[in-house]
């Protein structure tokens, strides 16, 4: 069970990575609010940093 939950977590966070390569940045942002809400300190401090990178590629783009 822990190496399918650690799997699963892995899985996420690709699946951000994804959808900010895409340009999906709604999708993105959410999956990352659920991670940071889990409560699973691991996936929190990833989805803290993953909103401030998202955070400012959409200030880049408003910029553009």
Do not use: P, W
């Amino acid at each position: 069970a822990i190496e399918y939950n650690h799997f699963m977590k892995f899985l996420k966070r690709r699946k951000t990575f994804i959808y900010i390569e895409m340009e999906r940045y709604d999708d993105a942002e959410a999956l990352l609010q659920e991670m940071l809400e889990s409560g699973d300190e691991e996936s929190k401090d990833f989805a803290a940093n993953e909103l401030e990178y998202l955070r400012n590629l959409r200030s880049q783009a408003q910029n553009s």
